[in-house]
């Protein structure tokens, strides 16, 4: 059985082809930079984007089950292609706004809702994986934890249940490779609420030495965010961090139930990245 896991460079996708070879499986791995993907030696690798259709065939080719980012421009002729190419389960990686009760009001729903209706629409056995906040976004602290021991950004006390991407991974390779998951969507958060604060003195003990949280104002935040993201990417994310400003957000048990395991801690997120902020 090939199992094709797109988005090679990716944090989920690494983890994902990781937790494949552990399991005793032989992931290929596609990529827009196979060469950059970090895939241990060995693994078989492919040049693949979403948006350049010329890549699919070669990629799909004797391929049954499929980990999939949610590239909406060409999704649908990828997932075309699949169905020629014999696949017989794709595993989408979709995000938990798609469930919230105004998704066309979030860009990000928007656009997972677009990618989730066209693998539904291609008629191939589907499964969803809706994690809510990755851990990995934290990752943009690395550079002033680094150069200054500060994170400066607005929303100190805003809650959220990040996810480990190592968790996303686990329960995506059970949807893979065993029974039970075809048409199911798998709402998953981290076991936690906690607040931004919080996280970023987790992330000092990690690293042995204290982290300033340097509050800015929203204004002065978005002013950042703008530098990276566009306008009304910013707007939600800055209505995301008001909304849950000491208010404690919802977990679920999801990655305990899929794998039989609690899902990992912030605390332990923080150990394992301990070098990219160091
Ligand atoms: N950040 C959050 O809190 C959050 C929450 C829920 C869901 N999500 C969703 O999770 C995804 C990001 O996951 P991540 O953190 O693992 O990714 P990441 O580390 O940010 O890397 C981006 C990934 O997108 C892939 N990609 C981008 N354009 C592509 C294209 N044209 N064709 C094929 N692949 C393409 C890249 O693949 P290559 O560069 O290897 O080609 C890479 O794997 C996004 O869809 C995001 O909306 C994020």
Redesign the pocket.
């Known amino acids: 059985m090939t199992i094709l896991v ?9 983890a994902v082809v990781a937790r494949l070879l552990e399991h005793g499986h032989e992931p290929r791995v ?4 196979p060469d ?2 970090g895939a241990p030696a060995g693994v078989e690798l492919v040049e ?5 259709p010329e890549t699919f065939r070669a990629a799909l080719e004797g391929v049954s089950k499929v980990f999939l ?3 909406p ?2 999704i649908a002729g990828f997932l075309d292609e699949a169905g020629r190419a014999g696949v017989e389960h794709v595993v989408l ?5 798609v469930t919230s009760a105004d998704p066309d009001r979030n860009p ?1 729903a928007r ?2 809702r677009s990618a989730e209706r066209a693998l539904i629409d291609s008629g191939l056995p589907w499964t969803f994986l ?5 851990a ?2 934290a990752l943009q602290w690395t550079w002033s934890i680094r150069a200054e021991g500060v994170v400066r950004a607005a929303y100190p006390e805003a809650h959220n249940d990040a996810i480990h ?1 190592a968790d996303i991974a686990e329960v995506a390779v059970r949807a893979l490779t065993e029974p039970g998951h075809v048409g199911r969507a798998h709402l998953m958060t981290g076991p936690e609420s906690l607040t931004q604060r919080r996280q970023v003195e987790l992330i000092g003990k990690a690293i042995g030495r204290e982290v300033e949280f340097v509050e800015q104002t929203p204004a002065e935040y978005r002013a950042t965010l703008d530098q990276w993201s566009n306008g009304e990417l910013t707007d939600q994310l800055l209505r995301y961090l008001s909304d849950n400003d000491g208010v404690p957000v919802p977990v679920i048990n999801t990655v305990e139930l899929v794998t039989g395991r609690p899902a990992r801690t912030f605390e332990q997120w923080a150990l394992d990245h301990a070098a990219d902020f160091s």
């Open positions: 797109t988005g090679g460079r990716g944090h989920v996708a690494r596609a990529s827009r930079q950059a993907t693949a984007d979403l948006t350049r980012y949610a590239e421009k060409g990686l979709s995000a938990s706004p990000l656009m997972h809706r994690p809510a906040t990755f990995t976004n991407e």
